[in-house]
């Protein structure tokens, strides 16, 4: 397994936070609430044990804020935060009363170690369940294919269909049997998450007791059901974009929150196009952002995209960003949209 270089933290600080748990601490586990973040907190949790409070959430201060205030009522004094950026306020909050370790793979904007706070960050590519199977497997044996399965959804970009199978090798994961159902077991999880969205911890539990990614088959009639609506979706885009030079806007109003998914599966039709889907859910859009050949920084594109929009939030990844938007919001967002859009110079 290659060293990972981090880009804030070390192995040793990682190390000395774990080795000085014990059983009076008192354990909270927060991860995403993907596949990638699932994965992180199931690899995490095999080793830590006992996990006193285990909460699943998106990338939103307000969410986070709520959890904050309800681990510190709690009296939890460790946090463990995998696969999520957090911000520097909410942060700052929690180590008033715990010890806060973050594994984490997003793009940041400070370095935030401290006496309170271990900040692991690795490169983008590099996804949280293989930034948690690299450091936790060194204190024991974990299941590479657990890992597998967050690796695979996290980079839409690397693995598809016919070649998912290569993530093994390519992060020395072991060998994989039934190579032919593992794409399935990767789309099947997905779709299960959007299922079972705000009751995550069910999939976390079946994945935990599960000894190999065969197990998983009571996801599948959930997941059946979601990839129905995914499918039908699908078709809607071709037909119902919006178009503004290389980049396509799409919205509509799902029964399942498969935002993110679907963002995924469309920005492989074309690498040379941007691609943002805007689900309508109440009073707030979700927002995805996708470019698969690096020509838009899909981050600063979502940044000026609800700059100046109160309680608008964006974050993620060069190729890869979400946000949410109030409703009330929605045409200045398109509108700041397409000013930033048609400034950007794309070779």
């Avoid at 299941?143 to 993530?167: F, K, Q, T």
């Avoid at 705000?198 to 997941?223: R, S, T, V, Y």
Wanted: proline share 2%; net charge negative.
């Amino acid at each position: 397994m290659a060293e990972i270089k981090f880009l804030t933290g070390s192995e040793k600080r990682f190390f000395d936070f774990i080795s000085k748990l014990n059983d009076k601490d008192k354990i909270a586990l927060i991860s995403h609430n993907d596949s990638d973040g699932i994965t992180s907190a199931v690899i995490s949790a095999k080793v830590l044990g006992k996990i006193d409070y285990l909460k699943f959430t998106t990338y939103n201060p307000e969410s986070l804020s709520a959890i904050a205030a309800e681990i510190k009522e709690k009296k939890i004094n460790k946090v463990i935060i995998t696969d999520l950026s957090i911000d520097e306020t909410n942060l700052l909050e929690m180590a008033k009363f715990a010890d806060v370790l973050i594994i984490d793979h997003h793009v940041f904007r400070s370095d935030m170690n401290s006496d309170k706070v271990v900040y692991l960050k690795s490169p983008s590519e590099l996804p949280a369940s293989y930034m948690c199977h690299y450091l936790f497997s060194k204190t024991q044996e974990i299941p590479g294919w657990i890992a597998a399965l967050g690796i695979a959804s996290d980079r839409v970009d690397r693995y598809h269909n016919a070649n998912v199978c290569e993530v093994f090798e390519d992060f020395s994961l072991g060998k994989i049997s039934k190579c032919e159902y593992f794409w399935r077991t990767v789309m099947n999880l997905g779709y299960a998450l959007i299922y079972y969205a705000g009751d995550e911890k069910k999939i976390f539990d079946i994945i935990m007791k599960a000894k190999d990614f065969d197990d998983l088959k009571e996801i599948e009639k959930p997941a059946g059901e979601v990839e129905r609506e995914f499918e039908a979706t699908m078709k809607d885009v071709e037909k119902n974009h919006e178009e503004f030079k290389d980049m396509w806007i799409y919205r509509y109003k799902p029964k399942y929150e498969i935002n993110s998914m679907l963002a995924n599966a469309v920005s492989n039709w074309d690498e040379k196009k941007t691609f943002v889907i805007l689900s309508e859910g109440g009073d707030w859009f979700r927002v995805s952002a996708r470019r698969q050949d690096r020509r838009v920084n899909c981050v600063k594109l979502l940044e000026n995209a609800v700059l100046g929009i109160p309680g608008a939030r964006s974050g993620g990844h060069f190729m890869a960003a979400g946000g949410n938007v109030p409703a009330k919001s929605i045409e200045q967002f398109k509108k700041n949209l397409l000013d930033y859009y048609s400034k950007l110079t794309i070779l």
